[in-house]
């Protein structure tokens, strides 16, 4: 089993930056895919961005050239650098990993807060 812990977010003012942290207690070698999910209040939970083991990654439309998504296995640990921020990046934002390259996550964080004032 692989367990993800959130850590990073936080409250930030419009236009400022966070780097998001997801540490797994196993090796994160094993999973081939990463992603970061964030769900704002009363909204559903939304992809913000995928790495696969060989680095490919891919955002959404909303956070591209904003967002970057980085993993290092050495360290188990995936990344979120989110710059430019908006109020409307506010909400808990979520690790996600699976082993295989398509199909649901298997494994999940508990999410860490991002808050964003105007």
């Known amino acids: 089993q692989v367990q993800l812990v959130e850590s990073g977010g936080g409250l930030v003012q419009a236009g400022g930056s966070l780097r998001l942290s997801c540490a797994a207690s196993?090796?994160?070698?094993?999973?081939?895919?990463m992603a970061w999910y964030r769900q704002a209040p009363g909204k559903e939970r939304e992809l913000v961005a995928v790495?696969?083991?060989?680095?490919?990654?891919k955002y959404a439309d909303s956070e591209k050239g904003r967002f970057t998504i980085s993993r290092d296995n050495s360290k188990n640990t995936v990344y979120l650098q989110m710059n430019t921020l908006k109020p409307e990046d506010t909400a808990v934002y979520y690790c996600?990993?699976?082993?295989?390259?398509?199909?649901?996550?298997?494994?999940w964080g508990q999410g860490t807060q991002v808050t964003v004032s105007s």
């Open positions: 996600a990993g699976r082993p295989g390259p398509w199909g649901p996550y298997d494994y």
């Open positions: 196993g090796s994160i070698s094993r999973l081939y895919v």
């Open positions: 790495i696969t083991g060989g680095g490919m990654t």
